[in-house]
């Protein structure tokens, strides 16, 4: 079974406003990560967090880790049409001393934004 | 620039036929791995390496194989043993457990 899970799977807002996407896992991780993806293109980074920070901005992007309830939430503000994506959290498990770490991905929650 | 290339974009193959997807990064990373996405999915991992001469299966890994005989290179050949091969496949890279760079994808359709 899929390790993120997100909710909503699809949100549709106006410019200007504020997008949030939430998303929930399963075991103890190393850290958490976002990715956005352009219909057709490849995922790109967005942001990482690791367990043991509890909040984390990059821009219009902020980030908040909450390990207690295993979840995180992405807001985007001031969102824009060109955010028009589809934004997957990803979760880098605790790998027992190694330190590459398999990403596990989420279902996606698809975003639009109309001008 | 750096980054990662995958080819070819697009690709259609005959049930029966094994088809390979390249995969070349310069960015002297040393882990690599390969996903697949099904419409309105995520992301699973089919394999990954994370040092030459050495990979892993992932979480669908029948049907599948590959190779890594230099670090800038990870192809991956679905057989004709993978029944269900159309999907969109997405290479990565990685230095540690850190953020994944991937290229563009190909799209496997089966005729």
């Known amino acids: 079974s899929q390790q993120g899970e997100e909710d909503p799977q699809a949100l549709s807002i106006q410019e200007g406003e504020n997008a949030t996407m939430n998303c929930s896992y399963k075991?103890?991780?190393?850290?958490l990560q976002w990715y956005r993806q352009n219909s057709g293109r490849g995922l790109v980074h967005l942001i990482l967090i690791r367990s043991n920070e509890r909040e984390k901005h990059s821009g219009r992007l902020r980030v908040t880790l909450d390990t207690s309830k295993k979840s995180s939430s992405l807001l985007i503000t001031a969102s824009r049409a060109a955010d028009t994506a589809s934004y997957f959290c990803?979760?880098?498990?605790?790998?027992?001393?190694?330190?590459?770490?398999?990403?596990?991905f989420g279902q996606g929650t698809i975003l639009t934004v109309h001008p | 620039d750096g980054g990662i290339t995958q080819s070819p974009k697009y690709l259609f193959r005959k049930e029966g036929q094994n088809v390979t997807l390249s995969c070349e990064q310069n960015l002297n990373h040393d882990a690599m791995y390969w996903y697949r996405q099904d419409p309105g999915q995520g992301l699973r991992l089919i394999y990954y390496?994370?040092?030459?001469?050495?990979?892993q299966k992932g979480d669908i890994a029948e049907g599948y194989s590959v190779s890594r005989e230099k670090k800038e290179s990870f192809p991956l050949t679905v057989t004709s043993a993978q029944k269900n091969p159309t999907a969109f496949y997405l290479c990565a890279s990685s230095r540690e457990a850190g953020e994944l760079f991937f290229g563009e994808g190909s799209r496997l359709t089966v005729l």
């Open positions: 075991t103890s991780i190393n850290n």
């Open positions: 990803a979760t880098v498990l605790n790998a027992g001393g190694t330190s590459y770490g398999k990403l596990t």
């Open positions: 390496s994370q040092i030459v001469n050495d990979f």
